[in-house]
């Protein structure tokens, strides 16, 4: 499956490397690169856009499985 964690940090970057462990393809979505490192150490993979900014979300990938907000 592929999952987009929305909000990935406090909660969303354990549950990605959870899901990450079991197999799944998890992208984690922040605001910035800061912590872009944090992530890929899980193995999730960066992405960055601002969910109250429309034009920033329309370059993300359309194909995922699930969607979870953080």
């Not at 970057?13 to 959870?18: D, F, Q, S």
């Not at 984690?28 to 193995?43: E, F, N, P, Q, S």
């Not at 109250?52 to 993300?60: H, K, N």
Request: proline share 4%; net charge negative.
């Amino acid at each position: 499956m592929r999952v987009l964690i929305v909000g990935c940090g406090y909660v969303g970057l354990p549950l990605g490397a959870e899901l990450a462990k079991e197999g799944h393809k998890v992208f984690g979505l922040r605001r910035t690169d800061v912590g872009d490192a944090d992530l890929k150490t899980v193995g999730l993979t960066p992405l960055h856009a601002d969910i109250s900014q429309l034009e920033t979300l329309t370059a993300l990938p359309a194909d995922f499985d699930w969607v979870v907000n953080c």
